[in-house]
Nanobody, 115 residues
Framework: VQLVESGGGLVQSGGSLRLSCAAS????????MNWYRQAPGKERELVAG????????NYADSVKGRFTISRDNGRYTVYLQMNTLKPEDTAVYYC?????????WGQGTQVTVSS
C-alpha cells in the first residue's frame, strides 16, 4: 500500500489549495478514504472522509463549508479542495486508508497559511 500526497504549500489567509493523494497497492474503489491533519503540538485529527463511490462525505466542524473531499476511482486519487484558508488550518495533511484492522498513511504534505 502506498499513499503519496501532493499540493501543499504556503498560501495567504483566504486563499485556496488543492491536495491530491495518489494511491496504489490496494483495490482503491473498495475503500473509504480520509484526510487527517496534525498541527505542531497537537494530536492528529480527522478533517474529511469520503465513501467508496464518492457520494457520502463527512467533515470536521472546523472545515465544513470550506473544504471539499472528492475522489476519482479511475485515477486512484483522492482530493481535498481547501478554500477560504485560515492560519489555524496550518498543519501537515495526511491521506489515510483503513484496510481491515490496519491503518495506512502517506508521508504528509505541509500546508502553511499566513495571516
Amino acid at each position: 500500500v502506498q499513499l503519496v500526497e501532493s499540493g501543499g504549500g504556503l498560501v495567504q489567509s483566504g486563499g485556496s489549495l488543492r491536495l491530491s493523494c495518489a494511491a496504489s497497492g490496494f483495490a482503491f474503489s473498495l475503500f473509504s478514504m480520509n484526510w487527517y491533519r496534525q498541527a505542531p503540538g497537537k494530536e492528529r485529527e480527522l478533517v474529511a472522509g469520503v465513501d467508496t463511490a464518492g457520494r457520502s462525505t463527512n467533515y470536521a466542524d472546523s472545515v465544513k463549508g470550506r473544504f471539499t473531499i472528492s475522489r476519482d476511482n479511475g485515477r486512484y486519487t483522492v482530493y481535498l479542495q481547501m478554500n477560504t484558508l485560515k492560519p489555524e488550518d496550518t498543519a501537515v495533511y495526511y491521506c489515510n486508508v483503513r484496510l481491515g484492522s490496519a491503518n495506512y498513511w502517506g508521508q504528509g504534505t505541509q500546508v502553511t497559511v499566513s495571516s
